[in-house]
C-alpha cells in the first residue's frame, strides 16, 4: 500500500514509493463467553467479555446488546433489525449475569451479542459478533447425550449426586443458588460450600463453581487416558494459568483436585475456565469463581 501525496508519489525518493505492511491498531473488545457458535443450557447465563488491549488504565464503559437470530438472517443481519433482549449501555464490569426479568432465551434459539467499549465519550470499538445456541437441559434427548444429561443435572442440582462418592459430605448445601449468586453479585459475600465436585460434560451447565483455589470436579474418563490433559484459563485475561500438576487418571469416573493456592496467578473476584480434552479429542469444561474462605 502507498501513503502520501500526488506530488510525493511523483518524487524518486524509494522510501515514499517502496510497499509497507500496515498494520491494524484497532483495539477492541472481545467475547469470552457464551463462546461463539456454542451451545449453553443455562437460562441465565453470564456474558463474559474482555476488555481492549492498550487502554492505557482509563475508566472504560460497556454497551451489550442481545437478539434472537431468526431463520434465514445473518447474525449481522439480526443484530442490526431484531429488537434487542438486552441493550444496556454505561457497564463497568466486564461481566453481566443474564436477568431475571429480561425475556426468557428460547428452547432451540439462536441469538446474537456483541458488546462495545467507550471511554471519556470517545469509542474504543466493538467486539466481533458471536452467535450461540441456546438448548433447555431436558431437550437434549438424543442417546449420545444420555450420560451427559444425568451430570449435568447433578451439576444443577448437587443435592442429589449421581454417585455419592462425588460429594464429601451429604446431604449437601444448595450450590446451585449459591453459584447463580455469585454470578449474579459475585461481589456479595455469601456462605460458601466448596465441597462439591461438578462432573466435567461436554456441554456446560454454564454456572460458574466456588473455589477458594483448589478445583474440584469429577470427570469421567471415557477413552481410558492414563494421564489428564487440561488447561484452566483466566477469562478476563484470556491467558492460561502455567505450572499445572500433573493428574493420573483411572478408567470410569474419577474425582479430583487440582491445588492452586499457591499459585499466584488465581486472583480474587476472578472467573476460570476448566478445559479437558481426552486422546480422541473430546473437551470437557466447566466454570470457576475464585473467593477467599
Known amino acids: 500500500m502507498w501513503v502520501g ?26 467475547l469470552a463467553y457464551p463462546e461463539n457458535e456454542s451451545t449453553i443450557v443455562v437460562t441465565n447465563p453470564v456474558f463474559i467479555w474482555l476488555p481492549p488491549p492498550n487502554s492505557g488504565g482509563t ?3 460497556y454497551a451489550i446488546r442481545l437478539v434472537k437470530v431468526l431463520s434465514g438472517q445473518t447474525p449481522q443481519e439480526a443484530l442490526f433489525q431484531n429488537p434487542p433482549l ?5 457497564l463497568t464490569n466486564t461481566f453481566l449475569s443474564y436477568p431475571v426479568d429480561a425475556p426468557p432465551l428460547e428452547n432451540n434459539g439462536q441469538y446474537a451479542w456483541q458488546v462495545a467499549a467507550s471511554s471519556a465519550g470517545k469509542g474504543l470499538g466493538e467486539a466481533d459478533i458471536n452467535l450461540f445456541h441456546f438448548q433447555q437441559p431436558n431437550s437434549i434427548n ?17 443435592q442429589k449426586p449421581e454417585n455419592s462418592e462425588l460429594s464429601d459430605n451429604a446431604p449437601q448445601k444448595n450450590t446451585k443458588n449459591q453459584t447463580a449468586n455469585i454470578a449474579q453479585n459475585p461481589n456479595k459475600k455469601q456462605a460458601a460450600n466448596f465441597d462439591v465436585y461438578p462432573v466435567a460434560s461436554v456441554v456446560s451447565d454454564g454456572h460458574f463453581y466456588l473455589t477458594s483455589g483448589i478445583i474440584k470436579f469429577a470427570y469421567i474418563n471415557k477413552a481410558n487416558d492414563k494421564k489428564l490433559t487440561y488447561s484452566i484459563r483466566r477469562l478476563d ?4 494459568l502455567n505450572s499445572l500438576p500433573e493428574l493420573n487418571i483411572s478408567p470410569g469416573t474419577n474425582k479430583l483436585a487440582i491445588n492452586l493456592q499457591r499459585n499466584d496467578e488465581m486472583e480474587q473476584g476472578k472467573y476460570y475456565d476448566l478445559e479437558i480434552t481426552d486422546s480422541k479429542g473430546q473437551a470437557y469444561k466447566l466454570l470457576y469463581y475464585y473467593v477467599t474462605q
Open 59 to 61: 475508566m472504560i464503559t
Open 86 to 90: 438486552l441493550n444496556l449501555g454505561g
Open 5 to 30: 501525496s500526488y506530488a510525493q508519489k511523483a518524487a524518486t525518493h524509494s522510501d515514499i514509493n517502496s510497499n509497507k505492511t500496515v498494520i491494524n491498531n484497532t483495539f477492541h473488545p472481545q
Open 142 to 158: 438424543n442417546e449420545s447425550n444420555k450420560n451427559n444429561n444425568k451430570r449435568l443435572t447433578m451439576a444443577n442440582d448437587p
Open 237 to 240: 485475561k484470556n491467558e492460561n
